[in-house]
């Protein structure tokens, strides 16, 4: 019971690596804040947990809105009095994602595929409202959620953590399409400059960067041509995607007092990519 008496707010807590974060959260002691865009994910969240015998309750948060995430913050303390750690797991990885249409995201990924042989069209094709788009939800709604969040925790004066979700493609151009690896890179910064600010009033704030995981995100990866699809495991010498419960495992490794020591850093589960 690592999170025993602790508040925790997961954004993006509908489905993937939020939905994973929460269950193992509320199993680890914590009550839960369940934000999401979709509201039936984050509700059949919400229900998981109390089904399994955990305490969490769901809120509405479109990560991009200020006043969304200043809700999110007030339903927390309302409910439990408190917040002692955030997750922003909410994001998408390209302009017009929606966790769970699967049909949708085909249509993106077969485009995406003629880059292969042309990748400067990725440059040139580029429209600056999807950039923004993908830079809104994943940078500024994790700035917002810590700005909404991070009020009530140095107020209270009791420290906390803040974890951040990046991705490999913080670091690595190739790992993801031209908007979201600028997002990710970006949110990295971010939390390095975040820990910076917030750690005289003991919170601690750290990122994770996950490798491929066996999300909807992902799930395309699957249909990639078996030559194409050889050459990707290549790079993961672990020669598997990850699982959510992986990042999870993360996630609680960080929010923990287990990482009282850790700030400012990324921790990077992904079956071994960075090795090159
Ligand atoms: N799956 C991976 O391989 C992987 C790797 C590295 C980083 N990430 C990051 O992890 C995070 C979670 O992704 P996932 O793989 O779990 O995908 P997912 O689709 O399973 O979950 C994303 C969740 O975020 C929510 N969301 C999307 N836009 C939102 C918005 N505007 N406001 C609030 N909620 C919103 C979705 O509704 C969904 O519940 C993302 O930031 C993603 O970039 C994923």
Known sequence: MRLEGKVAVVTGGGNGLGRATARRFASEGARVVVADLIDDLGEETSQMIADAGGTASFIHCDAVSISDNHQMAAHALETYGAIDVLVTAAGVSHPGYKSGDQEASVKWFAKRMDYVERPADELLELDLEDFRQVMAINLEGTLLAAQACGAPMVEAGNGGSIVTIASIAAKHPDAGP???????????????????????????????????????????????????LTQFFANIPMGRKGIPDEIASTALFLASDEASYFTGEILHPDGGYFTE
Not at 182 to 188: D, E, I, M, R, T
Request: hydrophobic content about 45%; charged content about 20%; some cysteine.
């Open 178 to 228: 031209l908007p979201y690896v600028c997002s990710k890179s970006a949110v990295w910064m971010l939390t390095k400059k975040l820990a910076r600010l917030l750690a005289s009033s003991g919170i601690r704030v750290n990122a994770i960067g996950p490798g491929y995981i066996d999300t909807h995100m992902t799930s395309m990866i699957d249909l990639i041509p078996e030559d194409l």
